[in-house]
Every structure is written in C-alpha cells, then in structure tokens.
C-alpha cells in the first residue's frame, strides 16, 4: 500500500476514543491527563465502558459525569445486561439520560468468570445486545453503537449466526456498530463485504487497538475473538524490557493499519485507548488529525 499524502485527509476522517472507568486516583489522574491531551483533536464522541457489578457502574456514570461537567467532549456510555434484571437496566438507562447522556453503546457483556465461560441471560434480563439496543430504543431517540466480530464472536458457531445478531441489533435501531479490535485489514474488508450483502448497511467503524503491551494483547485477544497474527507477535519479539522501542513500534503499527484503512475508504476510527494518549494521539496526527481550538484553527500540540 501507499501512505496517502493528501494534505487535507483529516477533514474527511472522524475518530473516537473508548476510556475504562478508573480504579484508583492514580488511574483517574491518568485517565484525565488523557482526556485533557485528546480533547482538543475534537473526537466525534468518547465512550466509556461498563462492567457488572454495581460499583463499577457507579465507576462509569462517575466518569460521564465528569467528562459531561468539565469537558465539551461528547461521552458514549456503554451499557451491558449481564446479571441485571430488565428494570435494573431500565433505571441505569433513565440515570445516564438524566446526567444528559444521549449516545450509547449497547452489550450483552461477558461472566464474572471471563468471556466464553458460559453466558446465562439472568433470568428476568435482556438476553443480548439487540434486546439492549430496543430497551434503549424504547426510553428515547439516543445514538446507539454495538459490537461487531470481524472474526466473530467466540460463542457464535459460524459467520451466518453472527451476523444475523448484527441484523436484529440494526433492526433494532442500532446507529453504528464499533469492531472487536483487529490487526489484518483483509479480514475486516472481508466482514463488511458478508455484512453488506446480508442486507447492513450502517457503518462498521474499525475499532483500532494501538500495542501498549503484545504480552497481554496475545493473553486477552483468543478470549475476545481476535486474532494476533504471527508478523506481529515477531515485530515485537524481543522487545518486553525495552519500553522505549515497543512504543515506537506500535506506534509504526498502527498507523500503518489505519493508513491502509484509510486507503481501502474507511473515514471513521474508534480507538481502544486503554486511557493512555501517546499512541492514540500520534496515529490521529499521521492522518491528520491535529488540535483545534473551539474555532476550528490549529493549536501547538
Ligand atoms: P451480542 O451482540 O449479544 O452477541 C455477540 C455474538 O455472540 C452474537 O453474534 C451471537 O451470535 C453470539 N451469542 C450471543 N449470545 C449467545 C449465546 N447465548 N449462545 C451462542 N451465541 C451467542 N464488555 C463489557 O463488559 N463492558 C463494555 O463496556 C464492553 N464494551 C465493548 C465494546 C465493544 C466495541 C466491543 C466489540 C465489545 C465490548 N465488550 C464490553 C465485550 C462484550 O461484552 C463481549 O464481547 C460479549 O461476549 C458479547 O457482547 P455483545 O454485546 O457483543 O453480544
């Protein structure tokens, strides 16, 4: 492939950044130095993840908080039914609209005990994310994103099952659909063309993971149905005690993925922070998108 030199690319590109809820004032002080530096790059919006358990949920709608009071970003609040009863998602529904909350991002969410150990909707709860986009469809006309499987679902026995949840979701009233992340643009081109002709044509945003870690993206990546090819555990090789080279080359990495992307006419990117700014923040440079102030002019990075 060619990198693209076109000058003006970033007037036609669009991203967004996912953050975690933080744990611990370490972390939220990370998060929002992360928050603070993506900002001015004008995001389309910023979502922020759920986890069972109701102290997690106070994590997120803590973190919307915040980015809705201290910020002009627009926050996404992901929103899943595991272990939840339908009212009990209901009133989280009604909570975020409350906190002024207008997108989401609707998931069936995976067992305490890890992904693909067994999913059991709760017995008086939403059973998957397209039950999730209609409960949300139902309390209003929200922007809502949900999850797509480039090399589907672990639970899903084939490609046709797969898509066919994709197809109830958009049914539904699903907005968009964000990726599982991926590392061979092949497979997702591949994804879309099965989508397309299964009668989907809402946009299936890559969801971008830039490596701050190979070690535990090889870990988690079976689990969340992904595929670390060997090329890429190999550019890494050799590289887990030298920080300073790994970050240079996820760096590479990554812009080149969304380079490609761009190339093969993909115009919106979501990026898996993991609430750190550098690699996010130089890929959005490489295709440029660089800060604006509220006026739309340049500002120094
Ligand atoms: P669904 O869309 O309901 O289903 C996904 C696929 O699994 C379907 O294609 C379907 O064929 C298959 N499937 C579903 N149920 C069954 C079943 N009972 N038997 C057989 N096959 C089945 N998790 C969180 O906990 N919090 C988050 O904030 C979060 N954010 C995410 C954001 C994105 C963009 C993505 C891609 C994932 C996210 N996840 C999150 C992970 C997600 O919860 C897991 O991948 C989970 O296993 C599936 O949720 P889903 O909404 O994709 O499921």
């Not at 397209?130 to 679902?153: C, N, T, W």
């Not at 299964?198 to 830039?210: C, E, F, H, K, N």
Request: proline letters at 6%.
């Amino acid at each position: 492939y060619r990198f693209s030199r076109r000058a003006d690319l970033g007037d036609s590109i669009r991203v967004s950044f996912e953050f975690f809820p933080p744990k611990t004032d370490d972390m939220e002080t990370r998060l929002w130095e992360t928050v603070t530096r993506l900002q001015p790059l004008h995001p389309h919006f910023v979502s922020v993840t759920y986890g069972a358990g109701g102290s997690t949920r106070e994590r997120t709608a803590r973190t919307v908080a915040r980015i809705i009071r201290e910020t002009s970003l627009a926050p996404a609040a992901h929103l899943t039914c595991i272990d939840a009863s339908r009212e009990e998602v209901d009133a989280v529904i009604r909570q975020f609209v409350e906190l002024g909350v207008t997108r989401f991002v609707a998931l069936r969410g995976d067992p305490a005990a890890g992904a693909g150990t067994g999913y059991r909707p709760h017995p008086d709860g939403y059973a998957n994310g397209a039950e999730m986009v209609a409960a949300l469809r139902r309390q209003g006309d929200f922007d809502i994103s949900v999850s797509a499987y480039p090399e589907k679902h672990p639970e899903s026995p084939d490609f046709a099952t797969d898509i066919d949840m994709l197809k109830r979701k958009v049914d539904n009233g699903a907005t968009r659909a964000i990726t599982q992340f991926f590392f061979d643009n092949d497979v997702y081109e591949r994804y879309v063309e099965r989508v397309r002709r299964a009668g989907i044509y809402i946009p299936i945003v890559p969801g971008i993971l830039p490596v701050h870690n190979i070690g535990q993206v090889v870990n988690f990546s079976a689990r969340a149905g992904a595929h670390v090819p060997l090329w890429l555990r190999e550019r890494f090789a050799g590289l887990e005690n030298d920080p300073q080279t790994h970050a240079l080359v996820a760096a590479a990495v990554a812009a080149e993925q969304v380079h490609d992307l761009v190339e093969r006419g993909v115009s919106d990117f979501h990026f898996y922070t993991m609430n750190r700014s550098d690699l996010a923040f130089a890929v959005c440079h490489m295709i440029g998108i660089r800060p604006r102030n509220g006026n739309g002019a340049s500002v120094a990075a």
